[in-house]
């Protein structure tokens, strides 16, 4: 290893190493559109039952507010920091400190959340297809997947992001080829009611079935902000990024929606309820068995495909976290550390692959990848949910103190204020909060519910840690705020020769 460089310009990430399609393909790919069609969207069936496409709304009109605040701060603060940088400049540092705390986790939960799909939705498939193959032999491809992905983190963004654009085009037509083959399948019995409480079940009747449901439905759309860490990698940033984070949310969500509709009128609203996450007859793959033969083959590849897509997404965004706060020594300054040939963070990599090893093994074997998938699924929307309320009131706070920008009713408060509004209901769902008045909004179930807990304890290791930096150098908590492209920090990055 070397000592520091003379310019972070010439050790940093490789500027201007992607253009608009593959930082929107980041964005998209992290948002894993076939994997959240197959598992994510439909793990929220319990809660709505067939009114699930209006979760889907719900979740569609939340996540666009806070796709256009997060659009407005990366046009003026472009940073690999990405939230954490946005946070501290529009509200305070040390928030923006917690908020790179919760969105390292954030990218860290990623791999272990698809690779578990990827192993349970192997190896069902070839257990039902090849006699003998136990359906309980899923991690050796959970960690292959993650195998793959690291080495694709490994040999830079040029790799990881055409990776990505690749792969997200294929899962992106197979499903919306098949979600057409289920609209005309269902005939006359396409109906508009899906998108009312009708169809939602008696445990969870009306809104409270709906916002339940929307939980599982933000998880498909979290990741939309993805591009975000890519800022000192893309060409002309503040405009790529800004439209990347919009229409990965627009045009997803316009996907998701027309899927889940699908779906549900060819499936049958009314017994909507029992669809499931897996592979069987309840199944996307179970209804491309069912309905059109070997075409569960590309759904079956599309699904698995998507995983090892936003695999790849999540190191992209945990490793630009983690190197950013690494550089200016908010995080420990090994993590601040490029490759020298292939200009990647390699031991913020190395990090997240050991953390989504245990998180993806421990709770794959503790309960099972299914009920496993779907804790992790929980624990990232609380995090996430979380970061996207601070968001929009960062846009509020950014334009309201920033002199050399004018403030727009419309775009720095109305929508930031709505993001936030429409937000704290699933916030509140998925972390197990009741509050007084709100009758719609019901706790998840155990052991989805020890997820908030879990999200708590992480969150007080960050403030206790941030407690440390400001008693011992609080300067480099102020330098959160100062991580984008225009004010490089003082400590370049070290180099891995």
């Not at 709304?57 to 701060?73: P, R």
């Not at 002309?236 to 699908?262: C, D, E, H, K």
């Not at 290791?461 to 440390?468: Q, S």
Request: net charge positive; aromatic share 12%.
């Amino acid at each position: 290893m070397t000592g520091l460089s003379t310019s972070a310009a010439e050790t940093g990430l490789r500027r201007d190493a992607v253009g608009l399609r593959e930082v929107l393909f980041q964005s998209i790919t992290d948002m894993a559109p076939g994997a959240a069609i197959a598992a994510s969207i439909p793990a929220g069936v319990a809660f709505a039952g067939g009114a699930l496409p209006l979760a889907v709304v719900f979740a569609l009109i939340a996540c666009l507010f806070s796709a256009w605040s997060i659009g407005q701060l990366a046009r003026e603060l472009p940073s690999s920091g990405s939230m954490a940088t946005y946070a501290a400049r529009g509200l305070h540092p040390s928030v923006g400190f917690l908020v790179a705390w919760g969105y390292a986790m954030v990218g860290w939960l990623i791999p272990p959340l698809v690779l578990l799909q990827l192993g349970f939705t192997v190896a069902a498939t070839l257990n039902f297809d090849i006699s003998g193959y136990p359906a309980s032999l899923w991690w050796p491809w959970s960690i292959l997947g993650l195998l793959i992905i690291m080495a694709a983190g490994y040999f830079g963004v040029r790799t990881s992001a055409r990776l990505g654009t690749i792969l997200g085009v294929f899962e992106i037509a197979v499903f919306l080829i098949m979600g057409i083959l289920l609209v005309f399948h269902a005939g006359s019995h396409n109906t508009l009611s899906v998108f009312t409480t009708k169809y939602t079940p008696p445990g969870f009747h009306g809104l409270n079935g709906v916002v339940a449901g929307s939980v599982f439905s933000i998880l498909a759309f979290g990741g939309f902000e993805g591009a975000a860490p890519l800022a000192e990698e893309a060409r002309n940033p503040a405009r790529t990024i800004r439209l990347a984070v919009l229409l990965a949310t627009l045009s997803i969500g316009a996907l998701y929606v027309f899927t889940t509709y699908a779906a549900d009128v060819a499936f049958g609203p009314a017994r909507f309820v029992n669809f499931t996450t897996g592979t069987g007859s309840a199944s996307w793959v179970g209804l491309a068995r069912a309905f059109y033969g070997l075409f569960w083959i590309l759904v079956f590849l599309a699904i698995v495909n998507s995983t090892l897509a936003n695999s790849n997404a999540g190191v992209n965004v945990s490793s630009r976290t983690a190197f950013a706060m690494g550089r200016i020594r908010a995080f420990p300054q090994q993590l601040g550390i490029v490759s020298a040939r292939h200009r990647s963070p390699v031991n913020a990599i190395g990090l997240g692959g050991a953390i989504s090893l245990v998180v993806m093994l421990a709770l794959g074997f503790g309960y099972g990848p299914t009920t496993a998938f779907v804790m992790v699924g929980t624990a990232l929307v609380i995090l996430l949910v979380a970061i996207y309320i601070l968001m929009n009131a960062a846009c509020i706070g950014f334009f309201a103190r920033s002199p050399d920008h004018k403030t727009s009713i419309v775009s720095h408060v109305l929508i930031p204020v709505l993001g936030i509004a429409v937000f704290v209901p699933a916030w509140c769902a998925g972390a197990g909060i009741k509050i007084p008045g709100l009758s719609f909004i019901s706790p998840l179930p155990a052991p989805y519910s020890y997820m908030g807990p879990a999200v708590a304890v992480w969150m007080v290791l960050g403030l206790i840690y941030l407690i440390y930096l400001y008693r011992r150098d609080p300067q480099r908590v102020v330098d959160v705020g100062l991580i984008h492209i225009d004010l490089e920090p003082e400590l370049d990055p070290k180099v891995a020769s």
